[in-house]
């Protein structure tokens, strides 16, 4: 079975008028085709007197039309994707696999190049063109131009830069966040519970592990989800611009306020605000955070004018707030005005069988980031290159997984992943447990799980009396002791007091 795939063109529309036979007629006549798949933006009554010439014309051919959408004749983001789904329907529709021609030669150059793209990468296709009088097979590029391909793979290329900072698409929800296991279940049961409140909810988790993932659906679950949530990063914001950029500020009120400037809370003012890294604000803007939050109102910079807000704040960290607030490094009154509610995101090694799930879900995903990329084609992990995947330790979390499968599936040429395709997507100089690590300790002769429990407890003990300014009480209770006589016993046996004046 054979199927030609053209656009109709200009010179079609003119063959009709003037009695002529134009590039597709033409291919018709020419080549033995079972059907002709035709895509078109023209106006309606364009196509169908077109059409019913060419059907006039008596070649035999089935012939399916798609009209398409396009902002401009030589979009190709929206070429290319109408291409290629028209393709992927004829293929679905053929009872067995058929021979693909492409016509370069109707519609505009981008039309053409983009046949010339999926002919010799996603879609293998003859490729013939017409403009000098009979139809001819084009020879193939052995392989693209280097100097088209930087536009061509400009939007793939941002796209698949955005998915690899993984910033969850606003339409996330529950459904987005994939996990079985216990812990994870538990994070959803209070996410769902979480999203009807209007109140702070603070979200804790090491980096990777989808604290924003979470918060927008929490976010699309609420009240507010029909508004769109504002996003800010702590972490990412000078410290002299960290107040401007949650409250605002007025034209002159600094060096560089050419205009004035709403904040982050203005903006989300009847929807949801999420401060991640939340941990790194300096103590100043932990003030006037705590003010925003006691009184709902923010004065921007430089303005002595009170606005009202009605926001609902959820926060991130990757840090123990606690211990923080603990050692004086975070307010306390902040800390627990954030902590209303509290969600802690496990790390990937907490989850058991959740990687093979997030294997799963990372192909799929990242399988349709990039199927608009000219260069690229749907991939499948081997046996091997998925057992490469569940060894690793993955100290970066889903993030670190899913952008290391990136890497891979862009990477090789091979219809499915091998175990030398994963391994080459992994960082070979990335950090790697130390052989003092606790849990990295070889076993064996040499090997005192008393000395490594009697290690931990010192640890924990010592940076508890730090945090208490040697008060014994308030250090028995930052670790978990029901009173300082346990501490003491503690301290007596392992010499703890006696270190720690003698590194006073």
């Known amino acids: 079975m054979k199927i030609l795939f053209a656009w109709i063109g200009t010179a079609d529309l003119e063959a009709e008028k003037n009695s002529g036979e134009g590039p597709i007629l033409g291919a018709l006549r020419q080549r033995p085709f079972d059907e002709a798949w035709l895509l078109c933006s023209w ?78 990468s996603r879609f293998p296709a003859e490729l013939i ?6 139809v001819k097979t ?30 969850p698409e606003a339409t996330s929800g529950f459904a987005q966040i994939a996990g079985e296991s216990e812990p994870m279940r538990r994070v959803i049961a209070l996410g769902k519970k979480a999203a009807p409140r209007n109140v702070p909810l603070l979200i804790e988790g090491e980096s990777g592990t989808g604290k924003e993932l979470l918060a927008q659906a929490v976010h699309r679950a609420s009240p507010r989800g029909a508004k769109r949530m504002v996003i800010v990063n702590c972490g990412a914001i000078p410290e002299t611009l960290i107040e401007s950029r949650l409250f605002g500020h007025i034209k002159g009120a600094f060096t560089g306020a050419v205009n004035s400037q709403p904040g982050c809370f203005e ?31 923010v004065t921007r910079i430089g303005e002595n004018k009170i606005r009202k807000v009605n926001v609902r704040l959820i926060a991130a960290t990757h840090r123990d707030l606690a211990s923080a607030v603990a050692e004086e490094r975070f307010r306390e009154d902040l800390f627990y005005r954030l902590a209303v509610l509290r969600i802690r995101l496990p790390a990937l090694r ?18 349709a980031e990039l199927s608009d990329d000219p260069l690229y084609s749907p991939k499948s992990l081997s046996a091997g290159a998925r057992d490469i995947l569940m060894q690793q330790e993955w100290r970066g979390n889903v993030r670190e997984l899913h952008n290391t499968m990136r890497r891979a599936l862009v990477w090789s040429e091979n219809e499915t992943l091998s175990a030398d395709d ?17 849990l990295a300790r070889p076993i064996g002769s040499n090997f005192s799980l008393d000395a490594v429990l009697d290690e931990v407890a010192s640890h924990y003990i010592e940076r508890a009396l730090r945090a208490a300014a040697g008060n014994k009480t308030r250090a028995a209770n930052l670790i978990g002791y029901s009173s300082y006589q346990r501490l003491d016993k503690h301290c007596a046996r392992l010499g703890i007091e006696r270190s720690l004046n003698a590194k006073a």
Do not use: C
Request: net charge negative; aromatic share 4%.
């Open 138 to 167: 084009v020879e193939k590029p052995a392989r693209l131009p280097a100097q088209v391909l930087p536009d061509l793979l400009h939007d793939p290329d941002r796209r698949l830069r955005e998915s690899t900072a993984e910033r």
């Open 43 to 120: 106006p309606e009554d364009r196509i169908l007197r077109y059409l019913a010439w060419l059907a006039g014309a008596d070649t035999g051919v089935r012939i399916h039309r798609r009209s398409v959408n396009l902002s401009q004749p030589n979009a190709f983001s929206e070429i290319y994707e109408h291409a290629s789904r028209t393709i992927a329907e004829a293929l679905d529709d053929a009872a067995r696999p058929p021979q693909l021609t492409f016509h370069l030669s109707p519609g505009t150059p981008v039309m053409a190049s983009v046949w010339l793209l999926l002919g010799t």
């Open 350 to 367: 907490e989850r058991g069988n959740d990687l093979g799930l997030l294997i799963d879900q990372g192909l799929e995903k990242i399988n």
């Open 129 to 134: 063109e017409s403009s000098n009088g009979p």
């Open 422 to 438: 994963a391994k080459s997507a992994l960082f070979s100089d990335a950090p790697q447990p130390r052989i003092g690590d606790l």
């Open 267 to 297: 903006e989300a003012d009847g929807s949801s605000l999420f401060m991640d890294e939340v941990g790194e604000l300096s103590p100043s803007a932990q003030v006037a955070l705590l003010r925003v939050l006691q009184e709902g109102e």
